[in-house]
Every structure is written in structure tokens, then in C-alpha cells.
């Protein structure tokens, strides 16, 4: 899945980054096309794997590369101004070979929050490739402001992307830690998942042969119809077949001639209930699995750890528990890791309780904002008397 990845804002720009770090750390061949763009200077210089050349600052003339805080409205202004900029350095890198493209933004700050959605718009009606996102919502102790950027560059984006995958940072944090401190901990979660979905359709290593192949057209399948998607992720160790088998060593004396199939069975068994824990355990955003229209499966590892008729066991089972029928799976064989991981896209799932809560919560601040600054006026226009006339 050839995508090509923008990070938006200081939160998508660290999360590209860390993608950019991960790949060259596995050596992965896997060409991308990849962009940060911030109105923050100190961001992108902050940034160490996205090429200087893949770096770009707008709003240079408002705002003066300092950023725009947490005011969404003119991040989306600077974007809206400065697009020919923006969408002509995407042009530049050439998009023929590109699967999709991929906005990362935090939707609750100014830049990303703002800037998402506007180059969503641009780019689903200039290309046919589908346009994704992936949006970080805040913590509920961030605030009712950053709830209300978050609601409204949400809405914005569902009117132009493909699909948004949502990423809770309240569900995230870490035990024991800030949510700052929190931060590189889920951009490694959030990275883990890409690197897995970034593989669906790309060539396999050397001498490797998967048992059931995934393209990227099913991805876009999944994805397709514009709604919420959540991710799901499991992984386990994988243990050399010597090992393995030194365990069982007792009862391979015993009944030697059955050892074929009893090892099938087993392998059969982990893939399935690795599926099952990646689907069941801690998605990037809680939602009712039982709400989601579509699914799709992949178990990336170790050639001798992946199994046909798990993966297909996985298919059955998770057909019966999302509200549509249509599920795909598929894997990747690879010698880069000693895990198995298994990744569930849940696709346009409709039951997603912190989505409604930050809705609540936006509505809110949007009523104190306006009555705040209501009674301001009346406030200062009553320290005034009214029969001073003004100069002009
Ligand atoms: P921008 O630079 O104006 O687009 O603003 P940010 O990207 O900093 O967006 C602020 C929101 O993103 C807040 O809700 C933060 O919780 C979140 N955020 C900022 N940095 C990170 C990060 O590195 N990882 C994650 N997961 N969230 C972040």
C-alpha cells in the first residue's frame, strides 16, 4: 500500500517522523512519498527523519513561523490560502504510483486541526486516489477548547476524506505517566499499526510466499464509504520450530507419525486467537466492534508461524461479530521481526462513545465562548458614558 504521507502540525509531523524512523530501521525497501507542513518553525526543525526537502513552512507572512496556538480557524486559513503551495509540492513528488494519501494531524490544536480537512477537500477533488486521515483526538483533560477544534475539524474532514482512523490520547495514556510523557509511547502504537498496513500489497522479501495475499485495492475496499475506522493490534512472540519442538519432545516419542497435523492445529489456533485479541484488546479508538461495516485482517511474521486456516478461522469469526459481512484478511511473510502481529482495521463504525462525548463538550464550549464574549461587550460598553461621542 503505497501511500503518500503528509504530517500535519506538530503532532502528524512526529508521527510521520517516527514512521520515517521505523522503516529505515527495518531496512524496509518500500519507496514513500512523504510531507510535513507546519506554520511552527521550531517543529519542523525539530523533526530528524523527514528529508529537509519534505519540510514546509506556511504562514510564514501571519504568523511568522511561530505557529497559530490552538486556533484552528486560522490554521485552516493559512492552508486555504497557501494551497497552490502546498498542492503543488505534493505534484512535485509525483503521485502516478501512489495507492492513497495520508493525512496525519492531532484535531485538537491549531495547524493540523485546521490544515487537515482544507487539503482533505483539494486533494479528493484532484485525484482519484482515495484521501485518508488519521486524526488524534485529545484527552478530556485537555480541555473544552481542544475538544471543540477536534468536533469541528472532525466534521470537516468526514464531508471530504475516504475514511478517518481515529486515535484516542485519553484511551492511550500510560499508567503512571503524563500525557506528554504519553505522546512517544502512542506514536509508537500508532506507527506499529501503519507499518503493518503499509505492507498490504507491497512485495514480499526475497524467497518469501504468502499463504493468502492482500492487495491494496482491498485495503481501499475496507475503507471505502467515508466513515470512522479503529484499529486493532496484537502481537506474539514468535518461537523457533527447534524450541517448539524441544518442548514437545515427550509426546513426539510417543506419537510421532501424528506430529504434522498436531503442529498445524496449534499454529492454526495462535493465528486465530492472536486475530481475535488484536480485535477484542485495545483499539485506537474504544468503539462497539458489533457497529462496524466492514473488517480486514492482516498477520504479518515469520513464513513457518502463518497459517491458511487460522487466518480463515479469524475471517469467520469476526464476520459474526460486525454488523456487515464483508471481511478480508491476508498476510505478509517476513524474516525482519521474531513477532508475529496481527492488525484489524474496523471499518465505518458507527458506536463510538468518546466521538459523542466530544460532541457534547464541543457544544458546550461553543455556548460559553459565545456568552463570554457577549458579556464582555456589554461589560466594556458599560464602563463608557454614552454621552461622549466618539472621534470618528
Ligand atoms: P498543531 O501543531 O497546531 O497542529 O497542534 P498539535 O499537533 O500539537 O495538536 C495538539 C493536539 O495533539 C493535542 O490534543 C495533543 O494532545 C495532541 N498531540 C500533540 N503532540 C502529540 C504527539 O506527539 N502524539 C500524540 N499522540 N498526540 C499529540
Same mark, same amino acid.
Given at each position: 500500500?503505497?501511500? =503518500?504521507?503528509?504530517?500535519?502540525?506538530?503532532?502528524?509531523?512526529?508521527?510521520?517522523?517516527? =514512521?520515517?524512523?521505523?522503516?529505515?530501521?527495518?531496512?524496509?525497501?518500500?519507496?514513500?512519498?512523504?510531507?510535513?507542513?507546519?506554520?511552527?518553525?521550531?517543529?519542523?526543525?525539530?523533526?530528524?527523519?523527514?528529508?529537509?526537502?519534505?519540510?514546509?513552512?506556511?504562514?510564514?507572512?501571519?504568523?511568522?513561523?511561530?505557529?497559530?496556538?490552538?486556533?484552528?480557524?486560522?490554521?485552516?486559513?493559512?492552508?486555504?490560502?497557501?494551497?497552490?503551495?502546498?498542492? *503543488?509540492?505534493?505534484?512535485?513528488?509525483?503521485?502516478?504510483?501512489?495507492?492513497?494519501?495520508?493525512?496525519?494531524?492531532?484535531?485538537?490544536?491549531?495547524?493540523?486541526?485546521?490544515?487537515?480537512?482544507?487539503?482533505?477537500?483539494?486533494?479528493?477533488?484532484?485525484?482519484?486516489?482515495?484521501?485518508? @486521515?488519521? !486524526?488524534?483526538?485529545?484527552?478530556? $483533560?485537555?480541555?473544552?477548547?481542544?475538544?471543540?477544534?477536534?468536533?469541528?475539524?472532525?466534521?470537516?474532514?468526514?464531508?471530504?476524506?475516504?475514511?478517518?482512523?481515529?486515535?484516542?490520547?485519553?484511551?492511550?495514556?500510560?499508567?503512571?505517566?503524563?500525557?506528554?510523557?504519553?505522546?512517544?509511547?502512542?506514536?509508537?502504537?500508532?506507527?506499529?499499526?501503519?507499518?503493518?498496513?503499509?505492507?498490504?500489497?507491497?512485495?514480499?522479501?526475497?524467497?518469501?510466499?504468502?499463504?493468502?495475499?492482500?492487495?491494496? *485495492?482491498?485495503?481501499?475496499?475496507?475503507?471505502?464509504?467515508?466513515?470512522?475506522?479503529?484499529?486493532?493490534?496484537?502481537?506474539?512472540?514468535?518461537?523457533? $520450530?527447534?524450541?517448539?519442538?524441544?518442548?514437545?519432545?515427550?509426546?513426539?516419542?510417543?506419537?510421532?507419525?501424528?506430529?504434522?497435523?498436531?503442529?498445524?492445529?496449534?499454529?492454526?489456533?495462535?493465528?486465530? *486467537?492472536?486475530?481475535?485479541?488484536?480485535?477484542? !484488546?485495545?483499539?485506537?479508538?474504544?468503539?462497539?466492534?458489533?457497529?462496524?461495516?466492514?473488517?480486514?485482517?492482516?498477520?504479518?511474521?515469520?513464513?513457518?508461524?502463518?497459517?491458511?486456516?487460522?487466518?480463515?478461522?479469524?475471517?469467520?469469526?469476526?464476520?459474526?461479530?460486525?454488523? !456487515?459481512?464483508?471481511?478480508?484478511? !491476508?498476510?505478509?511473510?517476513?524474516?525482519?521481526?521474531?513477532?508475529? @502481529?496481527?492488525?484489524?482495521?474496523?471499518?465505518?463504525?458507527?458506536?463510538?462513545?468518546?466521538?459523542? $462525548?466530544?460532541?457534547?463538550?464541543?457544544?458546550?464550549?461553543?455556548?460559553?465562548?459565545?456568552?463570554?464574549?457577549?458579556?464582555?461587550?456589554?461589560?466594556?460598553? *458599560?464602563?463608557?458614558?454614552?454621552?461622549?461621542?466618539?472621534?470618528?
Amino acid at each position: 500500500m503505497r501511500f =503518500f504521507m503528509i504530517g500535519f502540525g506538530q503532532a502528524g509531523g512526529k508521527i510521520l517522523d517516527l =514512521f520515517l524512523e521505523n522503516e529505515k530501521m527495518r531496512g524496509s525497501k518500500i519507496e514513500l512519498k512523504t510531507l510535513a507542513i507546519n506554520t511552527a518553525r521550531t517543529d519542523l526543525m525539530g523533526l530528524k527523519h523527514v528529508p529537509m526537502q519534505d519540510r514546509i513552512l506556511i504562514g510564514q507572512t501571519v504568523v511568522k513561523g511561530h505557529g497559530v496556538g490552538t486556533d484552528n480557524k486560522l490554521g485552516a486559513k493559512i492552508a486555504q490560502d497557501e494551497i497552490e503551495t502546498i498542492l *503543488s509540492e505534493i505534484d512535485n513528488r509525483g503521485t502516478h504510483e501512489i495507492d492513497a494519501f495520508l493525512i496525519i494531524s492531532g484535531l485538537g490544536g491549531g495547524t493540523g486541526s485546521g490544515g487537515s480537512p482544507v487539503l482533505a477537500k483539494y486533494l479528493s477533488e484532484m485525484y482519484s486516489e482515495p484521501v485518508y @486521515a488519521i !486524526g488524534v483526538l485529545p484527552a478530556p $483533560e485537555e480541555g473544552k477548547l481542544y475538544s471543540l477544534n477536534a468536533a469541528r475539524s472532525m466534521i470537516s474532514l468526514l464531508k471530504y476524506v475516504d475514511n478517518l482512523i481515529l486515535v484516542d490520547n485519553g484511551a492511550w495514556k500510560f499508567e503512571g505517566l503524563s500525557l506528554r510523557e504519553s505522546f512517544a509511547r502512542i506514536n509508537e502504537e500508532i506507527v506499529r499499526r501503519l507499518a503493518v498496513l503499509a505492507r498490504a500489497g507491497e512485495p514480499m522479501e526475497e524467497g518469501m510466499v504468502g499463504e493468502m495475499v492482500v492487495d491494496s *485495492s482491498e485495503v481501499i475496499n475496507t475503507l471505502r464509504g467515508g466513515g470512522i475506522s479503529s484499529i486493532g493490534y496484537a502481537t506474539s512472540l514468535a518461537e523457533p $520450530e527447534s524450541k517448539k519442538k524441544a518442548k514437545l519432545l515427550p509426546f513426539f516419542k510417543a506419537r510421532k507419525k501424528e506430529e504434522e497435523p498436531i503442529m498445524e492445529d496449534d499454529k492454526a489456533m495462535k493465528i486465530a *486467537s492472536l486475530v481475535r485479541r488484536a480485535a477484542l !484488546g485495545r483499539l485506537t479508538i474504544p468503539c462497539n466492534i458489533r457497529s462496524a461495516e466492514r473488517a480486514l485482517v492482516l498477520v504479518a511474521g515469520p513464513p513457518e508461524h502463518l497459517d491458511r486456516k487460522g487466518l480463515e478461522k479469524a475471517k469467520l469469526w469476526l464476520e459474526e461479530q460486525i454488523a !456487515g459481512v464483508e471481511v478480508r484478511a !491476508g498476510d505478509y511473510p517476513t524474516r525482519r521481526t521474531k513477532y508475529v @502481529a496481527a492488525l484489524v482495521v474496523l471499518a465505518n463504525v458507527t458506536d463510538i462513545p468518546r466521538v459523542r $462525548e466530544l460532541q457534547r463538550m464541543a457544544a458546550e464550549a461553543k455556548e460559553e465562548v459565545e456568552d463570554a464574549e457577549r458579556m464582555r461587550i456589554e461589560k466594556t460598553l *458599560s464602563l463608557f458614558d454614552e454621552d461622549i461621542e466618539p472621534l470618528i
